[in-house]
């Protein structure tokens, strides 16, 4: 069954460093999202990407963040300068129909 | 901003009985709602989802049931099973907008005990 691929499962990073986190979506779809969850709160969306755009973004989604689909498979979040705030897990998902289908997320850890 | 609510952070249930988890909503703009399970270290998984244009929607152990005048919806299994042990998330897209991005409910942790 084709699913969704983030990698790394776990990153850690100084304050300040930039981190790129990569996902790979399901292959016939052409939506694509980037959620995050601080530990013990909700899941929050940060942005849409569709036709090699950003289609929606949240207020959280602020200059230090940009997402790029570099080829044909991959998309990515890059976080140019790391915030202790910014530690939470972040999942990557894409639309098949009207369902969103998830990664296992990467986990960030900003010391 | 709490557009997707779950007041109940926990439910333990026997297992074979049913559990019963609710979710509200105060954004008369969704029309369209899912369920979510996610077990630790994986990623949301879909479950379930339905339409405003139904009361109910069955799959299987799961039901999910709409009651769009009261903003509220509720996910029945039954019966639950002990592997059915996970957080579940409600969620609804902002179609409006032109983008499905979701707003989530913070969970509610089930536990099925044996």
């Known amino acids: 069954e084709p699913e969704v691929t983030q990698t790394p499962s776990h990153q850690v990073t100084q304050m300040g460093q930039e981190v790129i986190l990569r996902c790979v979506p399901i292959?016939?779809?052409?939506?694509f999202y980037w959620y995050r969850q601080i530990l013990g709160q909700k899941v929050e969306f940060l942005v849409s990407f569709y036709n090699n755009e950003i289609s929606e973004k949240s207020e959280i989604f602020d200059d230090q963040f940009s997402v790029e689909r570099p080829d044909g498979s991959n998309f990515t979040l890059k976080i140019r300068s790391t915030k202790l705030e910014d530690s939470a897990m972040y999942f990557c998902?894409?639309?098949?129909?009207?369902?969103?289908?998830f990664g296992a997320g990467t986990r960030l850890s900003v010391l | 901003d709490q557009q997707v609510k779950q007041n109940s952070p926990s439910l333990s249930v026997q297992e074979g009985r049913i559990s019963i988890l609710n979710c509200d909503y105060t954004?008369?703009?969704?029309?369209?709602f899912l369920w979510y399970k996610k077990y630790p270290a994986e990623g949301p998984t879909f479950l379930i989802s339905?339409?405003?244009?139904?009361d109910k929607n069955e799959d299987g152990r799961f039901t999910v049931f709409l009651n769009k005048s009261a903003k509220h919806l509720s996910l029945h299994i039954v019966p639950s099973q002990p592997g059915d042990s996970a957080v579940y998330f409600c969620a609804a897209p902002l179609l409006e907008t032109g983008a499905n991005n979701l707003f989530f409910g913070t969970g509610t942790r089930l536990t099925v005990i044996p």
């Open positions: 954004n008369s703009m969704f029309d369209y």
């Open positions: 339905i339409s405003s244009i139904k």
């Open positions: 998902a894409s639309q098949g129909g009207d369902i969103q289908y």
């Open positions: 292959s016939n779809h052409l939506y």
